[in-house]
């Protein structure tokens, strides 16, 4: 009902910043709460960040104070902003949209740290 792709994605040194974005079409998007999950090599899907429809936001422990999530609904998109990139951040990065019992995901995009 809904279809997610993000983008932004790529290599960056330690320290470095690099903004995410999931674009949204096929339906509604303001009434999703979004999410940002992520899973690196040989681990389990762990979960980022989200924002609600109302714009309250909530953060994992491991990024608090360097990652900031946003939406634009004019635009159907959600931002994730990442400052002051780790090595342990390296990962697979996965949008997520959901509604009451519903849930969607993108099909991740591909962010490494490395110097």
């Known amino acids: 009902q809904v279809q997610l792709v993000e983008s932004g994605g790529g290599l960056v040194q330690p320290g470095g910043s690099l903004r995410l974005s999931c674009a949204a079409s096929?339906?509604?998007?303001?009434?999703?709460?979004m999410g940002w999950y992520r899973q690196a090599p040989g681990n389990k899907r762990d979960w980022v960040a989200r924002i609600t429809q109302g714009g309250s936001t909530n953060y994992a422990d491991s990024v608090k104070g360097r990652f900031t999530i946003s939406r634009d609904n004019a635009k159907n998109t959600v931002y994730l902003q990442m400052n002051s990139l780790k090595p342990e951040d390296t990962a697979v990065y996965y949008c997520n949209a959901g509604y009451l019992h519903y849930d969607y995901w993108g099909q991740g995009t591909q962010v490494t740290v490395s110097s």
């Open positions: 096929g339906s509604s998007f303001s009434i999703y709460a």
